[in-house]
């Protein structure tokens, strides 16, 4: 009919979001936040402790790679024996505790233990600062201490005679000669990213190949 005013209700927008649904998005948002937060914190702990844990046993496992080499080489003596102003004639093991090893070698097969060509070795445990310590002609107005590798909570030497038979440490003077083989643990320490203290150790048999 003409006139007639259109009674329907005008066209509201519907859209946005109340005050409540906000709040339940953002303690939603948050919540997601918090537990990404986490795993990124729990990720990043775990990278630094597994990175130092890698530290330490390559630290630990450098130094018994360092003394293996060195150890092998101990009592060569090809002029058999090499004469020494400073211990017994004869390259060998000279000293052998449970935390020192001292040793010679001809190593440029002159006849004559010297000091140079690292001839007379020691390493030795220093349990007072946690390294192991090396030493070039000790005994000698030669003497050059310098730390071999740090954070070492314990360093334990064993010696085995032909056999396979333990020899007491220290050992004595007149059985020096008896030792072929020389066992090394080494543990080194460190801190985790937590601030706990871990350890990780190495345990090597050494074969003295000039010791017979």
Avoid: H
Wanted: charged share 20%; glycine share 8%; with cysteine.
């Amino acid at each position: 009919m003409m006139g007639t005013r259109d009674m329907r209700p005008p066209f509201r927008l519907t859209g946005g979001f109340t005050l409540v649904e906000l709040l339940i998005a953002m303690a939603i948002t948050a919540v997601a936040l918090g537990a990404i937060y986490g795993v990124y914190i729990s990720s990043n702990r775990s990278y630094k402790t597994q990175d130092r844990v890698v530290t330490v046993q390559q630290n630990v496992r450098a130094s018994a790679d360092f003394m293996i080499r060195a150890i092998r080489m101990a009592g060569l003596d090809p002029l058999a024996p090499a004469t020494d102003a400073t211990d017994t004639n004869g390259g060998g093991i000279k000293e052998a505790t449970a935390t020192k090893i001292r040793f010679t070698a001809d190593i440029d097969m002159d006849g004559t233990i010297e000091n140079s060509n690292e001839e007379r070795v020691t390493f030795e445990y220093d349990a007072a600062n946690d390294w192991i310590r090396r030493c070039l002609y000790e005994g000698t107005g030669s003497e050059s201490w310098n730390n071999l590798v740090e954070n070492i909570s314990d360093m334990t030497l064993g010696y085995l005679d032909e056999d396979g038979n333990a020899i007491a440490a220290p050992v004595a003077a007149g059985d020096l000669d008896d030792i072929r083989t020389v066992t090394i643990s080494i543990t080194g320490q460190g801190v985790d990213a937590q601030g706990q203290t871990f350890t990780r150790a190495v345990n090597i048999r050494v074969t003295c190949r000039n010791l017979y």
